[in-house]
């Protein structure tokens, strides 16, 4: 007995675009996927859907949504209200994202992700911890009191197994290049992010197993003749990844578009904020009041403090502002964030043996429905 049988208009494997497809999950995975477009309707079947159906988007940085932020209170029912509120914007794989805070509060960020991986809250792949030793210089948002030396007690939060993915950010200048082997030697995904390091010391975090970049272009030395800076780095390396968050707002779409010519490995990320899923235009971050204004988020200090973007809206803008193709705007946001966290075997494209995360878009590349892991969430 199959739990779901979907047939729809559109399907996006990933690579094609494919007219009246069935698909059929089964325990949470895709055990068929069938041309019906002039055969019988399968049994069970609801009928066709309208729109396309692709495969989920994952998100590797969100700060908040629906009016709740991570850091204000790092617990189960954060998460899931957090969860929730995006995945109306399809959103089927997310990394709840902790910036720089005290060691208390990232165990309980941590143990809140733990309690949540063990309750199978959908779409919860991991933890993101941004911070804490990041740049002074390039801290952004972030509170200054918290940013430190990296101390044995963080680097064992870091390497706790019940946690899923572990992504950490970190400024590569600030730690000795060891540190960075041991932990990705553990496991842990090490990203390159407000930081003031030159392309030397970045290029040696490369060396020594950092696989990715946080919102790149933003709170990072930027490219420049003599001093190719952390951008150059990002840019040459072909194996790495960036995240990009494209709301409009934090990069201009030429600067987007010269990445994703040179960077095979692109992904679209939110940056998300409280204000994401909900009317708030406030909140408190790092002890200062966050204003909204259109799609601005700012401090007091006049510093960008995270994004008001969703998934669905930082596809059409891939898509809009930097005139990808839809499966390209979509791969950025499905099989490449996949990659990135090396789940792309069950997760980011739509097969056979995949697991059921699914969106439902309309033709304005709104979302209709969203499945995680073959169960409806939307
Ligand atoms: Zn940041």
Known sequence: ??????????????NHFHEQQTVIVNEGRIVSIEDTA??????????????????????????????????????????????KAHQRF?????????????????????????????????GVLGVHFEG??????????????????????????????????????????????????QLTEKGVIVCIGHSSATYEQTSEALSAGATG???????????????????????????????LIMDGVHVHPAAAKVAFNAKPNLMLVTDAM??????DEHFELAGQQVLRQGNTLTN?????????????NAVKNANQLMGLSLSQAINLATINPARFLGIDKEYGSLGVGKKASMVLLNNQCEVVASWIDGVQVV
């Open 38 to 83: 002039s055969g019988a309707q399968p049994a069970g079947g609801n009928g066709s859907l309208a729109g396309t159906l692709v495969a989920g988007y994952i998100d590797v940085q969100v700060n908040g949504g629906g009016g709740y932020l991570f850091n204000q209170n790092p617990d189960l029912d954060t998460i899931k209200q957090i969860g």
């Open 274 to 279: 409280p204000p994401v899923g909900c009317d």
């Open 90 to 122: 399809g959103t089927t794989g997310w990394l709840p994202t902790l910036i720089t805070d005290s060691l208390v509060q990232m165990q309980r960020a941590a143990d809140a992700i733990a309690k949540a991986r063990l309750a199978n809250v959908p």
């Open 132 to 181: 804490p030793r990041l740049s002074v210089a390039k801290r952004g948002a972030h509170a200054q009191q918290f940013i430190r030396e990296l101390s044995e007690a963080e680097l064992e939060l870091f390497t706790r197994t019940d946690l899923g993915k572990v992504v950490v950010t970190l400024a590569p200048e600030t730690v000795p290049k060891e540190a960075i082997k």
């Open 213 to 243: 970049f946080t919102h790149l272009f933003n709170a990072m030395s930027p490219l420049t003749s003599r001093e190719p800076g952390v951008v150059g780095a990002a840019l040459e390396d072909k194996e790495s990844f960036c995240g």
């Open 300 to 312: 007091s200090e006049g510093n960008l403090a995270g994004s008001a973007l969703d998934m669905a």
């Open 1 to 14: 007995m199959s739990e779901l049988v979907l047939t729809v208009e559109k399907l996006f494997d990933g």
